[in-house]
Nanobody, 120 residues
Framework: QVQLVESGGGLVQTGGSLRLSCAAS????????MGWYRQAPGKEREMVAA???????YYADSVKGRFSISREYAKNTVYLQMNSLKPEDTAVYYC??????????????WGQGTQVTVSS
């Protein structure tokens, strides 16, 4: 099994920056892609950013040019650097890990979430 633990959430002002971290543990050999999702109150959970095992990155249109996802494989950690934050970025951010989908590995894993609040 894989455990994902997020950190780095908090309260920031509009235009500020924040870096989220997600540390994976357990059967990290199972992990392929990793990413970040977010969910605001009353809204559906949406993909924010993702990075594959080959280093390809994907971003939601709403965060392109402001957010950057990176991954340190040796530390089994993925980061989300968030710049030029806006109030609409306020949400609970969840770390996500896709797996290689073998019989041993699970299908996908989620962190517990970390709150990001951007004040206007």
């Amino acid at each position: 099994q894989v455990q994902l633990v997020e950190s780095g959430g908090g309260l920031v002002q509009t235009g500020g920056s924040l870096r989220l971290s997600c540390a994976a543990s357990g059967d990290t050999i199972c992990i392929s892609a990793m990413g970040w999702y977010r969910q605001a109150p009353g809204k559906e959970r949406e993909m924010v950013a993702a990075i594959t095992s080959d280093g390809s990155t994907y971003y939601a249109d709403s965060v392109k040019g402001r957010f950057s996802i990176s991954r340190e494989y040796a530390k089994n950690t993925v980061y989300l650097q968030m710049n030029s934050l806006k109030p609409e970025d306020t949400a609970v951010y969840y770390c996500y890990a896709d797996t290689i989908r073998s019989d041993y590995c699970g299908y996908e894993y989620w962190g517990q979430g970390t709150q990001v609040t951007v004040s206007s």
